[in-house]
């Protein structure tokens, strides 16, 4: 009857009738190697005085004292070389985690979810995972050519009547600690008394006695991380004008030209080629009392935006519709020979954008993501040489391959004569830059001040600047000469 009950136990599909099982059954020791699990051969197996069981039933301080003081002798201690540095190794870790007090043979359905979590973060600190990338120092920094914009005795906030030079024609990072009145010289002070003397600009600016140089530059643009768009309209093709471009490739199709579509029939801004029951927002808002709205895909279009007439125009298979699908990556590839939508779509991938879709709707994008969308719409203009951009921490979330990309296009941006500010925590870019403006010392009513300016090295050799000391342990060390004799 037993043997039956436990063939129907496991043959059965119903969790209902597992549990109603499981009320005749109990957990205990198995009589033969009374819960050791291993067979006496394998346990006669010693290692310094131990069996693999008595070693495995201890908590891990035990386990990682006993390891620890085990000595071994000649090709024992050869043997075991490798082994013994990972086993301490990964009860280090466990140790760092604070699982001091578990047994190893601890059954992982006992353990408590932050137990399990833990064991998981142990294994992934232990697991070696570093494909080894950094940032290089450049060989070369930019000088300045006499050329600043100049902020005089700025004292709003917690700014303390501070006056400082930005060298144009350079990477510039503004750093300190939060708090420290970064982005009240920059964003608060610099950047709206700019925008107003050069493009008539009515945003208040904080308190100053003057900013000197701005004849130096024509155009000043904030590179913010505020969304693109708040509706599904906008999207990252809408706002760097690449769909422009591919809408018109699409009305030079045979399909399209045999019909007398226009570029405008591609657009989901205008009627014509947009499905008209959504709109060409391929989604519809229903409004929830009390509640926020929520959006389903038109079920005419299926999301898809565009009536039918419209999909059948096709590129390689793929309709106006699909192409928004495309990744940017993906996108690169689909018009690989087609160098103006091509170029477009660089600039987006340069910025480390290239997994984002083109038509994904502006409101989904992070902080970052809009910013660096915005970034690589300026990037795709042409420069005259004389813009001041300012970033406010860019790589905030960035992957380090994606921060390696971003430092690229500032320093395009650079070469081509303009001058890029960033406020900046990341010590990465920090000691890339041409020039450090670092202001400090502390926080709040204890900031304000301009601790140091210059280049990387010389902000690194100033005492009482906490960005300079944690410079100098990234920084080549200056080899000392030997005096002559």
């Known amino acids: 009857a037993v043997n039956s009950m436990m063939r129907r136990m496991r043959e059965t599909q119903s969790e209902d009738m597992r549990q109603y099982y499981q009320k005749f059954l109990s957990t205990r020791p198995c009589s033969a190697c009374e819960g050791q699990r291993i067979r006496p051969e394998a346990l006669g197996v010693k290692v310094g005085g131990k069996s693999i069981a008595e070693a495995t039933a201890t908590s891990v301080a035990e386990s990682y004292a006993f390891f620890e003081s085990l000595k071994l002798k000649g090709n024992e201690a050869r043997i075991a070389e490798e082994l013994l540095k990972e086993i301490r190794s990964r009860l280090r870790f466990l140790l760092n985690v604070g699982l001091a007090y578990l047994t190893l043979e601890r059954p992982a359905p006992s353990l408590s979810g932050g137990e399990a979590q833990r064991i998981r973060l142990a294994s992934q600190i232990g697991s070696d995972l570093v494909g080894k990338l950094e940032i290089a120092v450049p060989p070369r920094r930019r000088k300045p050519d006499g050329r600043a914009i100049r902020v005089v005795e700025a004292d709003a906030n917690n700014l303390k009547r501070t006056s400082v030079d930005f060298p144009l024609g350079l990477l510039i990072c503004v750093t300190g600690v939060s708090g420290a009145g970064k982005s009240t010289l920059v964003n608060q002070t610099l950047y709206p008394a700019a925008a107003r003397a050069l493009h008539g600009s009515d945003r208040s600016v904080g308190s100053h006695v ?76 229903v409004e929830m009392h009390f509640l926020p709205d929520v ?139 041409d020039y450090i403006i670092d202001l400090g010392p502390e926080g709040g009513d204890a900031g304000g001040e301009i601790v140091a300016t210059g280049t990387p090295e010389q902000v690194a050799a100033k005492r009482g600047s906490y960005t300079g000391s944690f410079l100098a342990e990234l920084l080549p060390r200056p080899v000392k000469r030997r005096a002559a004799r």
Do not use: W
Request: charged share 25%; aromatic share 6%; glycine share 8%.
């Open 210 to 285: 003057a900013i000197e140089g701005l004849s130096e530059i024509d155009k000043v643009i904030d590179i913010d991380q505020s969304p693109i768009g708040r509706t599904p309209r906008s999207n990252p093709a809408t706002y760097t004008k690449v769909f422009d471009l591919i809408r018109h490739f699409f009305a030079m199709l045979p399909e399209a030209r045999m019909h007398g579509y226009t570029p405008g029939r591609f657009s989901f801004n205008v009627k014509g080629g947009r499905c008209e029951a959504c709109e060409g927002d391929g989604v519809k808002r």
């Open 295 to 433: 959006y389903v895909p038109c079920e005419v279009c299926q999301g898809r935006r565009f009536n039918e007439a419209t999909l059948q125009v096709l590129y390689n298979n793929l309709s106006i519709a699909y192409v928004l699908d495309l990744t940017v990556e993906e996108a690169l590839k689909l018009f690989k020979n087609h160098p103006q939508i091509r170029r477009g779509l660089d600039t987006l991938a340069d910025v480390g954008l290239g997994y984002i879709a083109l038509g994904q709707p502006s409101p989904t994008l992070s902080g970052g993501e809009a910013q660096r969308v915005k970034l690589s719409r300026e990037l795709s203009k042409r420069s005259t040489g004389r813009t001041l951009y300012i970033l406010d921490e860019p790589t905030t979330g960035l992957h380090f391959d994606d921060i390696k990309k971003l430092l690229m296009v500032l320093d395009r941006l650079v070469a081509g004569g303009n001058t890029v500010v960033v406020i900046e925590h990341n010590l990465d870019v920090i000691k890339t830059a």
